[in-house]
């Protein structure tokens, strides 16, 4: 098994683009968390709660 890339210290992260825009879908167009947990599922197969989409503002 190779070793993770420098600055990845879990087995699991979301780098800052993906977190930038959760950010932007709640604060600028202000969608629901629901909303944009859907969103990421449905379109970018990317899991998220709105446990983690509050952490991410």
């Known amino acids: ?14 780098g800052p ?16 968390y629901e909303r944009v947990r859907e969103y990421f599922e449905d379109q970018t197969c990317i899991p998220l709660n709105a446990g983690l989409l509050f952490n991410f503002n």
């Open 17 to 32: 683009c993906l977190k930038v825009h959760g950010v932007y879908l709640l604060q600028y167009q202000l969608l629901l």
């Open 1 to 14: 098994m190779a070793p993770f890339p420098a600055g990845v210290d879990r087995s699991v992260q979301y």
